[in-house]
């Protein structure tokens, strides 16, 4: 592991906030440090130095003894004990294996903002992607039915597309962000937004987010008749299972608790899947390891499609895929069939609705 290089204050921050979110650390501690990068960005150089210099950093709203004590650090040209720490403990692989998987991956086509329930502005979340090498990302905030996690409406996704097409302008040259959405599965199969919003989006991920306890055969309809839907690129989480914690919980709280998977049919599923071109997400949050590994092999058997996505709610979570990759080789998943291997132009046009 290479040595820790010196940083300016607020990338330094940053880059705290970005390894203590991979190493499922309470959001609290990640927000101390993103809240201090947040504070001192628009003061400019000059002006941190000169509160460094006069030891009133703490003065500012939002700056406390550990964050002073890494700006001071990187505004003197050091490398903050913390990030040290940090660069030493929790900067290299999440998991050994599926190295080959994860060199192959051009993006991601699971990730939340600020937007609905995720805990970063976009800006931050694409700043990240593009720092980890990604081609393109997703934007994929939830819909308007989960009210829980700040679903977007119809008039709320249109405002958040021409935010998107602002920032692909702002972007250097190779980097993408994709106009999408995580899009409720509806009891009744219908997807959560209207049609023709839907279809003017880059990819759509349908997901359950109720009633995950269904009756089999209502639960088996009900997925069939999302990932049948022309809008429909990939189907999300397909059990709902949750097997630890979620990253960044204190303890099995309210949504935080292990959670068993929805039963279905899944074969009739999968083969829905397999007929329709609707990718299987592979999802890579290590409290949710979905599909399960039987389950993965059957979709795998059947010819299924897969999307390798992170379902990030913070910048460090980006970093997520290791364990999805790990798995997708565990389990046989070729390469070839993982559409986030593919380049742009072949990802949009697969993912483009059909007739």
Request: glycine share 8%; aromatic share 4%; proline share 6%.
């Amino acid at each position: 592991m290479s040595e820790p290089v010196a940083l300016e204050p607020v990338d330094a921050l940053r880059r705290i906030a970005f390894l203590l979110e991979r190493a499922r650390e309470s959001t609290r501690r990640v927000e101390a440090y993103r809240n201090a990068a947040r504070v001192i960005l628009p003061l400019g150089e000059e002006e941190v130095r000169r509160r460094v210099a006069a030891g009133t950093l703490q003065e500012l709203a939002g700056i406390g003894p550990s964050t002073a004590a890494v700006i001071e650090d990187a505004a003197a040209g050091r490398v903050p004990a913390k990030l040290a720490e940090l660069e030493a403990t929790a900067s290299g692989p999440l998991v050994e294996g599926g190295e080959h998987v994860r060199a192959a991956l051009r993006g991601d086509l699971h990730t939340h903002s600020d937007w609905s329930d995720g805990g970063s502005p976009i800006e931050e979340m694409v700043a990240s992607a593009m720092e980890l090498g990604h081609d393109y990302m997703a934007l994929t905030d939830h819909s308007r039915n989960l009210r829980v996690a700040n679903g977007l409406s119809a008039e709320r996704l249109r405002r958040q597309l021409t935010v998107v097409d602002a920032v692909n302008r702002a972007t250097a040259p190779g980097f993408t962000l994709l106009r999408a959405i995580e899009v409720d599965i509806l009891d009744d199969g219908t997807l959560d937004q209207e049609p023709e919003l839907l279809a003017a989006l880059d990819v759509r991920v349908a997901s359950v987010h109720s009633k995950l306890q269904m009756e089999p055969k209502a639960m088996t309809r009900r997925m069939l008749a999302a990932v049948r839907d022309p809008l429909t690129t990939v189907l999300g989480h397909c059990t709902g299972r949750r097997v630890m914690p979620r990253a960044g919980d204190r303890g099995a709280r309210s949504g935080g608790r292990v959670r068993p998977q929805s039963r279905f049919d899944a074969r009739a599923v999968f083969e829905a899947c397999a007929e329709s071109r609707t990718a299987v997400e592979i999802n890579s949050r290590p409290e949710r390891q979905d599909p399960p590994g039987e389950l993965l092999t059957l979709a795998v058997d059947l010819g299924c499609h897969f999307a390798l996505s992170t379902d990030a709610h913070a910048p460090g979570q980006l970093d997520f895929l290791d364990y999805g990759c790990e798995r997708a080789q565990r389990y046989g998943v070729p390469m070839d069939r993982i559409i986030n291997t593919w380049p742009l132009e072949q990802l949009l046009d697969w993912a483009a609705p059909g007739p």
